[in-house]
T-cell receptor
Framework: DQQVKQNSPSLSVQEGRISILNCDYT??????FLWYKKYPAEGPTFLIS?????DKNEDGRFTVFLNKSAKHLSLHIVPSQPGDSAVYFC?????????FGTGTRLTIIP | GAVVSQHPSWVICKSGTSVKIECRSL??????MFWYRQFPKQSLMLMAT?????????EQGVEKDKFLINHASLTLSTLTVTSAHPEDSSFYIC????????????FGDGTRLSIL
């Protein structure tokens, strides 16, 4: 039973436009929600997080939105850059554990 | 720079060999580290939580006698894949919980294990 779902396995966005990555979850018992970026054969790199008590967090080009009633999380990247091309994982941290989504491969088209 | 160092990055060995993977936190003390496994095009699956000075907590379906975890110091956790077989071939990644930040932000670069 997948607790964290990223329903779009891939996404292509034109350079300079906004990239929106989505994540849905089922279990509400989480403390933080985190987004990671991952290149092949490397470990995930932390991007941005949001506490379960907030609904928005912004850091430079990255903004994460949390809709607790819908159990939905999204990451906005604007403007998108070619270096943003990678696999993005949303993850939920609770009970001292991280649970990962299945990932979305983002491709930025120059 | 990297705050979690994982070594080795790539291992190729014969079936039946035991392989040890190290995970070190460089800039902080990590009382808790995590070990994950990732199959191609799949998500990272938590294998076990490693706590300094105590026994690791394994996730359901992970054989603790197969995947031995030792967390003897605040900066080092090791995962030993005992008597590895081809089905153990995978990408293993560790992460460390930074309690000052309160979130597991730091991952190692992973170890690609290939069993022939």
């Amino acid at each position: 039973d997948q607790q964290v779902k990223q329903n779009s396995p891939s996404l292509s966005v034109q350079e300079g436009r906004i990239s929106i990555l989505n994540c849905d979850y089922t279990n509400s018992m989480f403390d933080y929600f985190l987004w990671y970026k991952k290149y092949p054969a490397e470990g995930p790199t932390f991007l941005i997080s949001i506490s379960s008590i907030k609904d928005k967090n912004e850091d430079g080009r990255f903004t994460v939105f949390l809709n607790k009633s819908a159990k939905h999380l999204s990451l906005h990247i604007v403007p998108s850059q070619p270096g943003d091309s990678a696999v993005y994982f949303c993850s939920l941290f609770g009970n001292e554990k991280l649970t990962f989504g299945t990932g979305t491969r983002l491709t930025i088209i120059p | 720079g990297a705050v979690v160092s994982q070594h080795p990055s790539w291992v190729i060995c014969k079936s039946g060999t035991s392989v040890k993977i190290e995970c070190r936190s460089l800039d902080f003390q990590a009382t808790t580290m995590f070990w994950y496994r990732q199959f191609p095009k799949q998500s990272l699956m938590l294998m076990a939580t490693s706590n300094e000075g105590s026994k690791a907590t394994y996730e359901q379906g992970v054989e603790k006698d197969k995947f031995l975890i030792n967390h003897a110091s605040l900066t080092l956790s090791t995962l030993t894949v005992t008597s590895a077989h081809p089905e153990d071939s995978s990408f293993y990644i560790c992460s460390a919980l930074d309690r000052v930040v309160g979130q597991p932000q730091h991952f190692g670069d992973g170890t690609r294990l290939s069993i022939l």
